[in-house]
């Protein structure tokens, strides 16, 4: 029979690969006998090279240079692959290191001349004299599973889609692909004025929203005030390079961080009852904090010269990691017209329901159509030989295993690869990692599955990178939903039969939902109130206008 070695530490130069404990058991040489499967399905059953073990160091690593075994980037081979000890029949005493699909046809020199001096042995799967059964990646290794969601997020009910009729007008600035728009309008609203600067992202808007209801203007700074509309709700994520860790901050002496003076003027001509502006963690110490006092100062005295009554202004973090399966950490200002109840009472954040979603709820189907997205192998060089791949923890940091939560997408995601400085998806050996797709990072954001993209362009390059731009900048749809709801829930003075905050954790889950993997809905759902796996929800309602 088939035994597993004890688990080797591997020296510097060798690559990660373990002996296991646990003996292969029901396997022998002759034949027939159970297959042995720790996690009871989806075992994957590999032919193999049998040797001495004298030869297993020097075989091992030359087979990992001809990518016939996987490799520690790769799922099969993450935890190392199992190399086992022969305790019976003709190969007794001599071990079988299993080979990936194919290996048999780019086995490298070095095995080929042991094959031919009779120093090793190539068992195809179908061998009568070499584990009938084959041998499992991972043995013994449990599928991840992600923590169970808590029991206020499991008591949410999923509200009759019926309840959302228009009962407050908004307007969104800075409007990116709308991802502000795709929260209101899930929540009822009704967008009344849309500017977007860039072209590419405002075909984008205009391929999801149409062009004319209403017409998305250009350079907002080119709008004028009898252009306005007044609304109730006014949002913006307003351009962060300025304010941002990851640059130098020039705060307001940059055109960019101007911008900001838009959204003043905004106000002051559209009357909004309230606002919601977000931005990047980077602001609140921007500039030794003086931005982030100028900011809220400008916004606190808004139209006062014009005898408007100004705002009263609140300064939140929130993190989409909860209805995500990434950590986004963003800083959002909230505001009340001074005239307005609202103005007077303390705000509070709502409860943010958790998902616990992952990488693997987001990830495409492994497929051909995914090799655009592979990195070249003069990149992954690069990679393996940068210090974030290098340092302890490093890979693990780098690579979406399926288990994990993914790193803050940003704009420039997807340049300076060879430096480790973009997340990437492993795939099965033997690939190379790869990129993630559009899709998979509008699914990252929060955005449904039903979120249209561009057509893709060649060279495919210059397509996939406008849409990480796109949406490096973007917002999470299900947390605005949520915090968009408790603005409105604010400025309500009279109950409903259905809060605004109850609507807006039904909202939320049902657009972190849609932006899962649609081979993985049903999981989730199945973890959430039985109103999410019914063909209704549990409430039909109206609300009045705010």
Known sequence: MLRKHRLLRPCLWFPVWAFHLRAFMGTTLGGASKPHSPRGEGVTRRAGLVLVPQLVESCYQALAESNCIPRKWHPEGRYGIPIERIDCGDFAGKRFIPLLPGAADRLPQEIQELLKAQKALVVSLNSTKMARNGIEWQPGRDKPVAPPIDARTASIPRLDEEIKVPRFGFAELFAGLGGFRVALEALG????????IERFTRQMYELNFGATSPPVAGDIREVPDADLPEVDLLVAGFPCQPFSALGSQPAFEDDKGLLFREIVRVLNASKAKSFLLENVPGLLDCDGGRALQQIQHELQTVGLHDGQPGYAVHVRTANARNLTAQSRKRVFFFGFRKDLEAAQKPFTLPFIPELQLRAGDIFEPESKELDIYELSEEHFEGLKESQKWARRGGMTDTLAWEEKVCNTLVAH???????????????????????????????????????????????????????YKMFGNSVSPPLVALLASAILEHLTSSPQKVTWNQLGESVALRLALEAVAPERQAKVKQMLHSSWTSESGVVSSESESV
Do not use: I
């Open 413 to 467: 995601y997807g340049t300076s690869l060879s430096k480790g400085n973009s997340q990437l998806v492993p795939r099965p050996a033997p690939s190379r990692p790869r990129r993630f797709t559009p899709r998979e990072c509008a699914r990252l954001m929060g955005f449904p599955n039903s979120f249209r993209l561009t057509e893709r362009t060649e060279p495919p390059t210059m397509w996939f990178r406008a849409l």
């Open 189 to 196: 609203g009704e967008c009344r004025f849309a500017s977007e």
